[in-house]
């Protein structure tokens, strides 16, 4: 099961540092889309907010929830919508999410997404225009794996209209496009037939570190080292780098004191403590959930480089990375509503060539509320029985059909 549940609403003090400009109380994500910030009606000054320290001011509260795919559509000949064509685009998709599924079947086997503000729509939009997340290749596609065809650069693109949580963020799932759960697939992590509503994949992707883990042996839900890490609540790709939109829950926080920058992550309150003093990585044995990361400024940006990602992770990581993934990411913020995030991914074991990306964040109003998962954890006793009653069935029957019996 995945982690789709926001419980506890007592709000998250974490600070590194002295927070500054921070908003009023205001719901955010999976609560009213009323309450969030517009868009300026003319365009905005450039920013030149500076802390205390003198690097510029990136603390706030931001959303990147999107429905802009991580690679672009095979038969999308364009790298930018229009804002007519973007408006159809986000109209068509949010459709998509409030459709109801079939009585009895898997998919609906989970509560409503609509009712509970968790869709995509409910919470406020970046308002990209552009048709992928992926700026180079220029094709807007991820390039080929070592030792492939050319042609085979991954699976369907489409991906991005999804309900979020099979494989939120950087794990980019059956659909390969898409920032939650593989474009648009709805079921179980790692098992559940989807909805599929934006196109491209009907089953969820394994949530975090793939399907199998380290048990080895059996199925992936025969002990509680197979089950993905992602469905047991301990990671979530929306908080490593690249930073995706989990599909819900796309609250992040930014805090910054001196030497440092703090990202708090709602999906799965995860946090990002990021030094800004060009620091060495640590040692390659050490391997955190989020990967090892050291920052520093080049001008109004900050450069944060991250490596020694936990091997768990790799697996449920763009469809499988190497040890070699290193991750480059870029925070410029552009004005008072708004910063660009840049990324760079380069896995010389994995890709032929590195490949580059964006996206804007923009405000919305805080706090961010804890986002305490638990159904996985606390699921994990009925998952097991289940498989085990499935294991006393098939001996059963296997017992019924042998001769003489």
Same mark, same amino acid.
């Given at each position: 099961m995945n982690c789709r549940c926001l419980a506890s609403l007592g709000a998250m003090a974490l600070a590194v540092g002295v927070a500054a400009g921070l908003m009023s109380p205001q719901p955010i994500a999976g609560q009213t889309q009323s309450a969030q910030p517009k868009a300026a009606a003319t365009p905005a000054k450039p920013w030149t907010g500076k802390t205390p320290e003198g690097v510029p001011d990136l603390q706030g509260y931001w959303t990147n929830n999107s429905y802009t795919p991580l690679q672009r559509d095979a038969n999308m000949t364009k790298e930018f919508f229009t804002k007519e064509e973007l408006a159809a685009d986000e109209k068509r998709r949010a459709a998509q999410q409030e459709e109801q599924t079939t009585p009895g079947t898997t998919g609906d086997v989970h509560y409503d997404f609509t009712q509970f503000a968790l869709d995509r729509s409910q919470t406020r939009l970046t308002g990209n225009l552009r048709t992928s997340m992926i700026t180079d290749p220029s094709n807007g596609r991820l390039p080929a794996r070592v030792g492939a065809d050319a042609g085979a650069a991954g699976p369907g693109a489409r991906g991005g209209g999804g309900r979020g949580a099979g494989v939120p963020g950087a794990a980019v799932g059956a659909a390969g496009g898409g920032a939650a759960a593989g474009g648009g697939a709805r079921g179980a992590a790692g098992g559940g037939a989807g909805r599929g509503a934006a196109g491209g994949g009907a089953a969820a992707a394994p949530a975090g570190g793939g399907g199998r883990g380290a048990g080895g042996g059996g199925g992936q839900y025969d002990s509680v080292q197979n089950i993905p890490i992602g469905?047991?609540?301990?990671?979530?790709?929306?908080? =490593?780098?690249?930073?995706?939109?989990?599909?819900?829950?796309?609250?992040?926080?930014?805090?910054?004191?001196?030497?440092?920058?703090?990202?708090?992550?709602?999906?799965?309150?995860?946090?990002?403590?990021?030094?800004?003093?060009?620091?060495?990585?640590?040692?390659?044995?050490?391997? +955190?959930?989020?990967?090892?990361?050291?920052?520093?400024?080049?001008?109004?940006?900050?450069?944060?480089?991250?490596?020694?990602?936990?091997?768990?992770?790799?697996?449920?990581?763009?469809?499988?990375?190497?040890?070699?993934?290193?991750?480059?990411?870029?925070?410029?913020?552009?004005?008072?509503?708004?910063?660009?995030?840049?990324?760079?991914?380069?896995?010389?074991?994995?890709?032929?060539?590195?490949?580059?990306?964006?996206?804007?964040?923009?405000?919305?109003?805080? +706090?961010?509320?804890?986002? =305490?998962?638990?159904?996985?954890?606390?699921?994990?006793?009925?998952?097991?029985? =289940?498989?085990?009653?499935?294991?006393?069935? =098939?001996?059963?029957?296997?017992?019924?059909?042998?001769?003489?019996?």
């Amino acid at each position: 099961m995945n982690c789709r549940c926001l419980a506890s609403l007592g709000a998250m003090a974490l600070a590194v540092g002295v927070a500054a400009g921070l908003m009023s109380p205001q719901p955010i994500a999976g609560q009213t889309q009323s309450a969030q910030p517009k868009a300026a009606a003319t365009p905005a000054k450039p920013w030149t907010g500076k802390t205390p320290e003198g690097v510029p001011d990136l603390q706030g509260y931001w959303t990147n929830n999107s429905y802009t795919p991580l690679q672009r559509d095979a038969n999308m000949t364009k790298e930018f919508f229009t804002k007519e064509e973007l408006a159809a685009d986000e109209k068509r998709r949010a459709a998509q999410q409030e459709e109801q599924t079939t009585p009895g079947t898997t998919g609906d086997v989970h509560y409503d997404f609509t009712q509970f503000a968790l869709d995509r729509s409910q919470t406020r939009l970046t308002g990209n225009l552009r048709t992928s997340m992926i700026t180079d290749p220029s094709n807007g596609r991820l390039p080929a794996r070592v030792g492939a065809d050319a042609g085979a650069a991954g699976p369907g693109a489409r991906g991005g209209g999804g309900r979020g949580a099979g494989v939120p963020g950087a794990a980019v799932g059956a659909a390969g496009g898409g920032a939650a759960a593989g474009g648009g697939a709805r079921g179980a992590a790692g098992g559940g037939a989807g909805r599929g509503a934006a196109g491209g994949g009907a089953a969820a992707a394994p949530a975090g570190g793939g399907g199998r883990g380290a048990g080895g042996g059996g199925g992936q839900y025969d002990s509680v080292q197979n089950i993905p890490i992602g469905s047991r609540c301990i990671w979530t790709a929306s908080a =490593a780098p690249i930073m995706m939109p989990p599909g819900y829950n796309p609250a992040y926080q930014i805090i910054q004191g001196p030497g440092v920058v703090m990202i708090l992550i709602e999906n799965q309150h995860e946090t990002r403590v990021i030094p800004t003093d060009n620091r060495p990585h640590a040692p390659s044995s050490v391997k +955190p959930w989020l990967g090892d990361s050291t920052g520093h400024w080049e001008g109004n940006t900050l450069v944060v480089e991250t490596m020694n990602f936990n091997p768990r992770t790799l697996t449920g990581t763009f469809q499988g990375t190497s040890d070699q993934l290193k991750v480059t990411e870029r925070f410029t913020r552009i004005d008072e509503d708004s910063f660009r995030y840049e990324f760079i991914v380069d896995d010389p074991k994995t890709w032929v060539q590195p490949w580059k990306g964006e996206m804007p964040f923009v405000k919305i109003n805080g +706090p961010v509320f804890e986002h =305490a998962c638990h159904e996985g954890n606390y699921g994990i006793a009925n998952t097991l029985n =289940a498989y085990r009653q499935e294991e006393k069935k =098939a001996a059963e029957a296997a017992k019924a059909a042998q001769p003489g019996k």
